[in-house]
């Protein structure tokens, strides 16, 4: 753990897999959570002031420092420095996908079990979307209700598409119960996807806005329309990869258990199992898929468009390389 400063983005060594793994580990924390609005307030002025104030800097550990900044960091938005609210904090990912989990990995893939799964679902997707964007494009209630529409809508077909596909195949009955069984991963996946680009579209025609890597200082010449796509196709990969486990630790976990006998015969018992497994595998995919990409990634100019290649920053030096938040 490094030793706390403000102007450090993390504890951990964010250039490395395993340095991100513990980012988002404690980024993640469910305990995070239960910090109200006017304690967060409380946190961002005290990790404002810290550096400047010997004295208040003192009341505090290394470790307590780096504490308080996790849960800033987990319940605030880094740009506007706004209290996200509860259900669609980092902190709240696993407590709050935990039920939705359980539809769409445990109950039976049934065409009315998936429509509620996957409508809740990207619903919840949709917000947590919204609510931890860049915050470089601002959208109308009509362009959200419209966004919001298309995602619902891409969840639901992609999902009862593929249980259509697994009737098609029924001279083959192992392919069949196959593409069956992986139809609501295939559903999750599709969605997420699209409810990405739905609740982002903006950014692709109005581009994102970039910060001088050594400065710090936003570029204002233009907003980058290549940072965008490159933000897009980056988070949308770890949409991807965050269901993995969510679909095989409570498959998996509750077939292991039932091998071996130890699957709980009662109806409340087998679904808290269920749910605890739903809830492992939502941390597990959650920690993995969000640290695949750092969330304020470095890039050279010379991947930007033209505007960007030849500019000088504050200190009079040619910039080289830019920062732009991906979002979550």
């Known amino acids: 753990?490094?030793?706390?400063?403000?102007?450090?983005?993390?504890?951990?060594?964010?250039?490395?897999?395993?340095?991100?793994?513990?980012?988002f580990k404690n980024m993640m924390n469910p305990m995070n959570f239960f910090y109200t609005e006017k304690t967060l307030k409380e946190y961002i002025q005290i990790l404002k002031k810290v550096d400047s104030d010997p004295a208040l800097k003192s009341q505090y550990t290394n470790e307590e420092l780096w504490r308080i900044k996790y849960v800033?960091?987990?319940?605030?938005?880094?740009?506007?420095?706004?209290?996200?609210?509860?259900?669609f904090r980092t902190s709240a990912f696993v407590l709050a996908n935990t039920p939705i989990?359980?539809?769409?990995?445990v109950l039976p893939p049934t065409p009315f079990n998936q429509v509620m799964s996957q409508s809740i679902n990207q619903t919840?997707?949709?917000?947590?979307?919204y609510f931890n964007r860049n915050v470089s494009n601002v959208y109308s209630?009509?362009?959200?209700?419209?966004?919001?529409?298309?995602?619902?809508?891409?969840?639901?077909?992609?999902s009862l598409g593929t249980a259509a596909l697994s009737k098609k195949l029924a001279f083959n009955k192992t392919l069949a119960n196959i593409v069956l069984s992986i139809s609501p991963y295939i559903g999750v996946s599709v969605a997420n996807v699209c409810n990405l680009a739905f609740s982002r579209y903006q950014d692709f025609s109005k581009g994102i806005k970039i910060k001088d890597l050594e400065t710090g200082e936003p570029i204002e010449i233009q907003n980058s329309f290549i940072a965008a796509k490159m933000a897009f196709w980056q988070t949308a990969a770890s949409r991807v990869i965050i269901p993995i486990p969510v679909f095989l630790i409570p498959i998996g976990g509750i077939k292991l258990l039932k091998s071996y006998g130890y699957f709980p015969k009662g109806n409340l018992a087998g679904n808290l199992v269920s749910s605890g497994l739903a809830a492992l595998g939502?941390?597990?995919?959650?920690?993995?898929?969000?640290?695949i990409f750092e969330q304020n990634t470095k890039c050279h100019v010379n991947k930007l468009e033209p505007a960007f290649h030849n500019l000088i920053n504050?200190?009079?030096?040619?910039?080289?390389?830019v920062t732009y938040n991906k979002g979550l």
């Open 1 to 23: 753990m490094k030793q706390y400063n403000s102007t450090l983005e993390s504890a951990f060594d964010l250039s490395t897999q395993v340095g991100r793994l513990e980012h």
């Open 72 to 87: 800033v960091l987990s319940n605030v938005h880094p740009q506007t420095e706004e209290v996200i609210p509860y259900p």
């Open 101 to 105: 989990s359980f539809g769409l990995a």
């Open 124 to 129: 919840f997707n949709f917000c947590f979307n």
């Open 141 to 158: 209630s009509s362009e959200l209700a419209m966004s919001f529409s298309g995602a619902v809508t891409a969840a639901i077909v992609g």
């Open 282 to 291: 939502l941390w597990v995919g959650g920690t993995i898929g969000f640290s």
């Open 314 to 321: 504050k200190n009079g030096k040619k910039i080289e390389y």
